[in-house]
């Protein structure tokens, strides 16, 4: 394993304990859903079985979709709620498709994963207001961030 793979391992792994710590304390089911298919996910694609990898992969998209969709028909959210939400869900979504349908551009993509990080740190100064999605956000920009680092190293 060289080192870009221990970073990666260590902030999806953290990102998904303390998922899993939320996915305990929230009372939302489509929150918990989608905290618990990323999850599960995570300990699917790092099981080290090859023929996993898809389906972890795939589960992934199928989350980050998830809350692309909770962001948009959740009632109770505020306008600003649904923005830094949208912010964080929408470009890792885009990423996401672009990897599974092999399209070119995915490198461009990975710029602007600072918008999810920005977006998260935003919800955590506020987090009170995000206490049912920090656990799927948490991990979604876990991914982001570590879509960042791989383009610096």
Known sequence: MDNYQIITLIIISASALYGGFRLIKTKDLFANTICGIQILAIIITFSGFQSLLQIGFHMLLLATFLAVIYSVYKTKHSVK?????????IPLFVGYLFKALHLSGIDAINFFMIIPIIAFVMALVDRNTYKNELGFISILSAEALIRAIGIII
Not at 81 to 89: N, Q
Request: proline residues 0%; glycine residues 0%; hydrophobic residues 55%.
């Open 81 to 89: 709620k649904r923005a830094v939400l949208l912010s964080i869900s």
